[in-house]
């Protein structure tokens, strides 16, 4: 498989510099060429298959050419070692549970999956590569567990002093080997302006070979569609339809669903339920991308005013918003809503969602009531409800019992270094470091 730019269609890059780029000098974002279609045969089987089977599978029929069996499998392998239940809901309503990795969000499947695939393309290589992320909680506790103990691999995360919670903190710091955490006395931005100015300068960039291993790195994309063939392939005997709903913010989750569509997964729709960043559904009424400031909501992993994803979307659709409408549907709500979510769910249902799952579930609820068709809807829990405690304990008034990978952080203690918002302090730490 060869991969292009959204900016250039004309130039083709491999999987490996797609993966260790990350991003194309172009300011786009990478594509796969074309999307090869899954065997007839396999759809048919698949609901007799394990997720690691229907990976392998997918990944083979899309990367098969770039990269062999034997490693494929062996990523997979380590990467996907936890559980992928759907339950079962109301009769027509399904959830699949995306958060039974080591940081009970879905950002495990990306991360992990990026990390294998990454550790293969710097083993036979004579320099380390030093992964350099700013984080302001979630992605950078993902991305430490992920290439936690790789071989050739550094990686050094910036996070906010004091702006992340207590258990994040220690999602980031608690690793050591290699893995550094930098804590920085200021703002994510001042983070993400120090890993670019990192990436950006002359004497670091001859030192140290860098990569960002960010969200928007195709890597964390790909795995993120297996789940989508899992999760359709449960229901397939059922004769119905099914339709996805997926909670977005930059998009990423949803797009992957697009790749499995794209390789013949008979999904018929995809709600992107959002909160008030209601930008892409704004955008599939209107026509009109119009991006502005994020607003704070209890669903924060989705408070994004300027969807990453966006331009992959575009290029699926080739900028036809009539197209995208045709295979997704918009959905938005405001706190208010999320909150009656959560506590209608779990009474009357007696399912806990976090704010992101009861954003998907009202999309999806919303849905189901406009289309009474024989449909089998799915929503996406992106997120153990105790990685939201607070919010969910207040709007339930029930206690949540942490989860073991959790519960065992809060008796261990972190190492983080003091880092200023300096550049030049941060330029002297990387070339103090042995590489
Ligand atoms: C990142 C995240 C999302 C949003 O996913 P996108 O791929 O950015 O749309 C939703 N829920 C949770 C819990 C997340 O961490």
């Keep these: 498989m060869k991969f292009y730019s959204t900016n250039n269609k004309n130039k083709f890059y491999s999987l490996r510099e797609a993966v260790v780029k990350g991003l194309p000098e172009d300011k786009g974002l990478f594509m796969p060429a074309y999307f090869p279609p899954l065997e007839n045969k396999f759809l048919d089987d698949a609901n007799g298959l394990s997720f690691s089977e229907t990976s392998l599978h997918t990944a083979k029929t899309l990367l098969g050419d770039s990269i ?7 990523i997979i392998r380590d990467a996907f070692d936890f559980d992928l239940p759907l339950k079962q809901i109301t009769d027509n309503i399904y959830v699949l549970e995306l958060f039974h990795g080591p940081t009970l969000a879905f950002k495990d499947f990306g991360a992990r999956f990026m990390a294998g695939l990454m550790e293969h393309y710097v083993q036979d290589s004579a320099r380390k590569l030093t992964i350099l992320v700013a984080t302001s909680g979630d992605t950078g506790g993902a991305v430490a567990n992920a290439f936690y103990g790789k071989e050739g691999i550094e990686v050094i995360i910036l996070y906010p002093e004091g702006k992340v919670s207590g258990l994040q903190e220690k999602q980031l710091t608690t690793y050591g080997r290699n893995i550094t955490a930098l804590k920085v006395s200021g703002t994510f931005d001042d983070c993400q302006r120090l890993v670019k100015a990192a990436f950006n300068d002359q004497t670091v960039a001859a030192k140290w070979w860098l990569s960002s291993a960010n969200s ?17 392939s449960r229901l397939a005997s059922s004769g119905k339809k099914t339709v996805f709903s997926v909670p977005s913010g930059n998009f990423g989750n949803l797009t992957a669903g697009l ?5 013949g997964v008979p999904v018929s729709r995809f709600v992107a339920s959002t909160n008030v960043n209601d930008i892409v559904p704004q955008y599939l009424i209107s026509g009109n991308y119009r991006p502005k400031p994020s607003m704070q909501t209890l669903s924060n992993a989705m408070d994004v005013g300027d969807p990453s994803n966006f331009a992959r979307l575009q290029d699926i659709f080739k900028g036809d918003v009539s197209a995208m409408t045709d295979t997704i549907s918009g959905f938005a709500c405001n706190d ?31 849905y189901l009531e406009k289309n009474k068709r024989d ?4 929503f996406l829990e992106t997120a153990h409800p105790a990685k939201f405690a607070e919010t969910v304990e207040k709007i339930t008034g029930t206690r949540i019992v942490l989860p073991e990978p959790l519960a065992r ?13 300096s550049f030049d302090d941060f330029k002297a730490f990387l070339m103090s470091c042995t590489s």
């Design 375 to 378: 449909i089998n809807g799915i």
């Design 68 to 74: 062999g069996e034997p490693v494929l499998e062996r």
């Design 259 to 263: 790749f499995a569509w794209k390789m």
């Design 336 to 366: 208010r809503m999320t909150s009656n979510a959560i506590k209608e769910v779990s009474s009357r249902y007696g399912y806990l969602p976090d704010p992101h799952g009861a954003v998907a579930f009202l999309g999806l609820q919303d």
């Design 216 to 232: 928007i790195n195709i890597a964390r994309l790909i795995p993120q569609s297996f789940y989508y063939v899992y999760g359709w």
């Design 409 to 421: 952080l809060e008796n261990q203690t972190g190492n983080s270094v003091p880092m200023s918002t």
